[in-house]
């Protein structure tokens, strides 16, 4: 009879569980440090996705978020340390450097997205590193002759890294 009971709570537990990851859209559920983490910094912010994804053996969750209508994505470790958090942004909302640096990189092209990036930490020889001061970087992605163009800019619009594809590559 003990046996029944505890089974039968076993099967409760596990589909409220998977209940509650299909009713918040949420595929991997999320440590407790770690969602009390995300909460403290994003009080306001809904869980839209949850992800979990390796980078050089350390376990970080990648977190969407939803606030007054925009988009956030912050990555996280397990034991609720902020790796990153990435948000959408407008040219118009951009330093003056940057925004010219895009401009003049995209040369007419339309630039399709451009996100912020704030690194609070970083996996280096398969250890979490808080950094002493969060470094920023932009992202913007446009077209340009027939190619998805991405460039990483620094915040005086420096351009860090620029990435391309064709668009008839898969």
């Known amino acids: ?4 009971h505890r089974t039968s709570a076993g099967m409760l537990a596990v589909t409220c569980l998977l209940l509650l990851g299909f009713m918040t859209g949420c595929a991997t559920s999320l440590p407790r440090a770690a969602a009390d983490a995300v909460k403290a910094a994003f009080p306001q912010a809904s869980i839209e996705e949850v992800g979990l994804d390796k980078e050089d053996g350390i376990d970080l969750y990648e977190v ?3 606030q ?3 988009e ?3 990555t996280v470790s ?3 340390v902020i790796v990153e958090v990435e948000t959408e942004v407008f040219l118009k909302d951009l330093p003056k450097a940057v925004a010219d640096a895009i401009t003049k990189a995209a040369a007419g ?3 399709e997205e451009i996100k912020r990036e704030e690194t609070r930490a970083v996996v280096r020889a398969g250890k979490l590193v808080k950094l002493d001061q969060p470094r920023i970087t932009y992202e913007a992605e446009f077209r340009k002759d027939g190619k998805e163009l991405q460039i990483e800019l620094a915040p005086d619009g420096t351009i860090l890294k620029t990435e ?3 668009d008839n590559e898969d």
Do not use: I, Q, W
């Open 78 to 80: 397990p034991d609720g």
């Open 109 to 111: 092209a339309k630039v």
């Open 64 to 66: 969407e978020l939803r």
């Open 68 to 70: 007054n209508g925009e």
């Open 164 to 166: 391309s594809e064709d």
């Open 72 to 74: 956030t994505e912050v």
């Open 1 to 4: 009879m003990k046996t029944a």
